[in-house]
């Protein structure tokens, strides 16, 4: 008796880049620090935003992590969406730590 092929993770959670709201603060922080660090000859680069998975069924936040900046946040984006279409829920699960 077959079962099927293996639910995809992506027909359970959905992957959304969700823009991070900074206070004024953290802001000025970071403007601070951009300034400083361009004239040390360092650029640094502020985050993205949030990599959040959700529960296609409920909406539910299975996963949050910091996307980082670019072009590693690109990269992160497409790791996690490569895992979503291509690892079955339980795999998925496992490897990023979500039960």
Same mark, same amino acid.
């Given at each position: 008796?077959?079962?099927?092929?293996?639910?995809?993770?992506?027909d359970?959670?959905?992957?959304?880049?969700?823009?991070?709201?900074?206070?004024?603060?953290?802001?000025?922080?970071?403007?601070?620090?951009?300034?400083v660090?361009?004239?040390?000859?360092?650029?640094?680069?502020?985050?993205?935003?949030?990599?959040?998975v *959700?529960?296609?069924d409920?909406?539910?936040?299975?996963? *949050?992590?910091?996307?980082?900046?670019?072009?590693?946040?690109?990269?992160?984006?497409?790791h996690?969406?490569?895992?979503?279409?291509?690892?079955?829920?339980?795999?998925?699960?496992?490897?990023?730590?979500?039960?």
């Amino acid at each position: 008796m077959s079962s099927g092929p293996p639910v995809l993770a992506a027909d359970v959670y959905a992957l959304e880049l969700v823009a991070v709201r900074r206070s004024w603060p953290r802001r000025l922080g970071f403007a601070a620090y951009a300034i400083v660090g361009g004239l040390l000859g360092d650029t640094p680069l502020q985050s993205r935003g949030d990599i959040v998975v *959700r529960r296609r069924d409920d909406g539910s936040e299975a996963l *949050r992590m910091d996307a980082g900046a670019d072009p590693d946040a690109e990269r992160l984006l497409q790791h996690v969406h490569d895992h979503l279409h291509h690892l079955d829920v339980a795999t998925f699960e496992d490897s990023w730590g979500i039960r």
